[in-house]
């Protein structure tokens, strides 16, 4: 699918005068999505040259520029508005991606690393979240190996690598045959621990 995402007058003049300024007159622009699927999915815009890209890369004609993004985050940027405002204390971009956050635009075709993310909001984060816990894709690396991080209530708690193991993994494992195991990539040695099951009662 071709996403559509639409400009303001404001925005488009806006990029262009940006794009005009760059001494590379092959720059162009590229929109992304960070952490798709999820709770903290959004969307953003930087500076990209066609000469870095991929089969995966596609664009669409956005009236003043050509604007450039992965043909597998399509459906994320579906719907996605960009305006350019005026504010009190000079200008801002305002990005508008109602379907970023979205599970509903993952199916059985869509990646392996967005598939994770929809059996990891939908299965597994909606129990942690009764900690105050979440869990989210870091990376899929050779040989099927999985690697997670934990936030919130998760990230420094003592239980994270029973969690991993009895929960996320065998969940993941039963969605997923290509899986061969799932790791833990948070680096728990700076978290302080918000959840830990207590056996007695905390002094007041």
């Not at 459906?75 to 970023?100: I, W, Y």
Request: glycine share 10%.
């Amino acid at each position: 699918m071709t996403p559509h995402i639409t400009f303001s007058n404001t925005a488009l003049t806006h990029f262009r005068e940006l794009l005009d300024r760059q001494d590379d007159t092959g720059t162009q622009l590229r929109i992304y999505v960070l952490h798709p699927g999820t709770s903290l999915g959004h969307c953003g815009i930087a500076y990209w040259h066609p000469a870095a890209g991929t089969p995966e890369d596609a664009s669409i004609d956005a009236g003043t520029f050509r604007l450039y993004y992965v043909r597998q985050e399509a459906a994320f940027l579906d719907g996605v508005s960009v305006d350019f405002r005026k504010t009190f204390s000079g200008h801002t971009l305002a990005l508008q991606a109602p379907n970023a956050k979205s599970v509903v635009v993952i199916d059985e075709n869509s990646p392996l690393a967005h598939r994770i993310t929809r059996v990891l909001e939908t299965e597994i984060n909606t129990h942690l979240s009764e900690h105050g816990g979440t869990v989210m894709l870091d990376e899929i690396r050779e040989g099927g190996v999985v690697a997670l991080k934990f936030g919130g209530g998760c990230h420094g708690c003592g239980n994270a690598e029973q969690t991993l193991k009895e929960t996320v993994e065998a969940t993941l494992l039963k969605w997923f045959p290509d899986i061969t195991r799932v790791v833990d990539g948070t680096n728990h040695s700076d978290g302080v621990a918000p959840y830990l099951p207590r056996k007695t009662p905390v002094a007041a």
